[in-house]
């Protein structure tokens, strides 16, 4: 996929996991790649992978959910003469203190939830978004969600927020179509990443029809397949890539909706 004459800018594009794999991808296809990332470490480390490839990596360091600093840098990137055809934004997930019961479920968790999955990423289509319109230029959008929008314990105000990027991306898909700008979005199951652990967690594995955890440069590939011309007449879709984790049975598995003793006792 070429991509040479194109600017890419991917949020939460460092730090070893799905970011990094998908700005090296884009850098592979020959992309001029900026990052925001949240750590200087990370971005250091970008730039000298993407050097390693002979490619030329641009990083700033922000939180997205600070929002002066992230506008701001926001702002550095978008000014600059050559608009950013092409956005990622990668930035998400839920920490150690969010996970509880929805009965338990505090506003102060969602909250920090919603800033961290999604108002960040309308800021971002904004900005780029806006600059294409300006300048009367096409672009395509991919924003990533995740499966648990299809409801899993103890995630409610994860699963929420990553609904709702999904909804937005609709929305902006469809305004956005006459101006020649795509948006989507790819819904990843669970990836090998550093936050979530490299461990191949066999059994948990096994649960998955493809028989494993999808590597970061899985979720890369479908990323690059819907922001390249591959993908010019799609639009407001979410491409799932877990694996078929959500098909809800493996192999011989029985599906856990089958709970009639006399049905499961044919197939044990």
């Known amino acids: 996929m070429d991509l040479r004459g194109k600017r890419a800018l991917v949020i939460g594009g460092a730090g070893g996991g799905i970011g990094s794999a998908v700005t090296m991808a884009l850098a592979t296809a020959d992309a001029e790649v900026d990052v925001i990332t949240i750590e200087q470490k990370h971005a250091d480390d970008v730039i000298a992978e993407g050097a390693k490839r002979g490619k030329t990596i641009s990083a ?9 600093a992230f506008a701001d840098a926001l702002d550095e990137i978008t000014a600059e003469s050559t608009p950013v055809n092409h956005l990622v934004n990668v930035v998400g997930g839920a920490g ?3 996970w509880s019961r929805a009965k338990d479920y505090q506003l102060e968790t969602f909250d920090r939830i919603l800033s961290r999955n999604l108002r960040y990423a309308l800021v971002s289509c904004q900005r780029v978004a ?13 924003n990533i969600s995740s499966i648990a929008t299809r409801s899993v314990p103890l995630l409610a105000g994860y699963g929420a927020a990553k609904a709702g990027l999904e909804s937005l991306s609709r929305t902006m898909a469809a305004e956005w179509g006459q101006y020649g700008i795509r948006v989507n979005v790819v819904a990843p199951g669970t990836v090998k990443t550093p936050r979530a652990g490299q461990n191949d967690l066999e059994e948990a594995s096994k649960k998955i029809p493809l028989q494993r955890r999808a590597e970061p ?4 590939d479908a990323v ?7 993908a010019r ?7 799932v890539v ?3 984790a959500t098909l809800g049975a493996s192999g011989d598995n029985l599906p856990v909706f089958v ?10």
Request: proline share 2%; aromatic share 6%.
């Open 130 to 142: 806006s600059a294409l319109i300006n300048c009367t230029q096409s672009g395509s959008i991919v």
């Open 242 to 244: 877990d694996g078929g």
């Open 60 to 68: 700033r360091v922000a939180d997205v959910t600070d929002e002066k």
């Open 259 to 268: 709970t009639n003793p006399e049905v499961r006792k044919q197939f044990d």
């Open 224 to 230: 690059l397949f819907l922001i390249s011309d591959r």
């Open 217 to 220: 440069e899985d979720i890369a």
């Open 233 to 239: 007449y799609i639009t407001g879709q979410t491409l």
């Open 96 to 98: 150690i203190k969010d």
